[in-house]
């Protein structure tokens, strides 16, 4: 069965730092797509950061420059590298991972918070 999750959230101040981890088990992840998406309060869920299985990487224009993807196939892992935090990335943030033809399959959620 397969499992996701997420850890690394917390309260931190505007222009702080935080990185959040994704713990994966259950499948060969290698072959999946990684991402993290964050659900506002009050708002819709929206992609944060994609990594594939060959390690490209695509950002939403609003971390661009701030927050950073990566992945460890050889540990199931993948992190968000998130700096210059600012109190509209408030969210609670979600792992996923997808492949073709494959169900997709996500995390449980860690809140973020960025205020002073």
């Known amino acids: 069965q397969v499992q996701l999750v997420e850890s690394g959230g917390g309260l931190v101040q505007p222009g702080g730092s935080l990185r959040l981890s994704c713990a994966a088990s259950g499948a060969i992840f290698s072959l999946y797509a990684m991402g993290w998406y964050r659900q506002p309060p009050g708002k819709q869920r929206e992609l944060v950061a994609v990594?594939?299985?060959?390690?490209?990487?695509n950002y939403a224009d609003s971390v661009k420059g701030r927050f950073t993807i990566s992945r460890d196939n050889a540990k199931n892992m993948v992190y968000l590298q998130m700096n210059s935090l600012k109190p509209e990335d408030t969210a609670v943030y979600y792992c996923k991972v997808s492949r073709p033809y494959y169900n997709e399959y996500w995390g449980q959620g860690t809140q973020v918070t960025v205020s002073s």
């Open positions: 990594i594939t299985t060959d390690s490209n990487t």
